[in-house]
């Protein structure tokens, strides 16, 4: 997932983090009202979502240019 993340564009990168943190809230739900088949699922969501603000915070400070697709 990290490569992949790599080559998205910033408003890729943002309609990915929206989708991430839904999917999060979902299964936080999930995992207070019952049982879930994959309890790791909620920490790598989270590893995710860091991975994308990291990576958007570097495109704002300039640390990371846009490359043409």
Do not use: C, H, W
Request: glycine residues 2%; charged residues 45%.
């Amino acid at each position: 997932m990290k490569g992949k993340l790599d080559e998205l564009t910033i408003d890729e990168l943002q309609r990915t983090l929206q989708e991430a943190k839904e999917e999060l809230r979902k299964e936080r739900f999930k995992r207070t009202v019952s049982r879930v088949e994959n309890p790791k699922k909620t920490m790598q969501l989270k590893k995710q979502i860091a991975r994308i603000l990291t990576l958007l915070r570097e495109y704002e400070l300039g640390k990371r240019t846009l490359r043409s697709k």
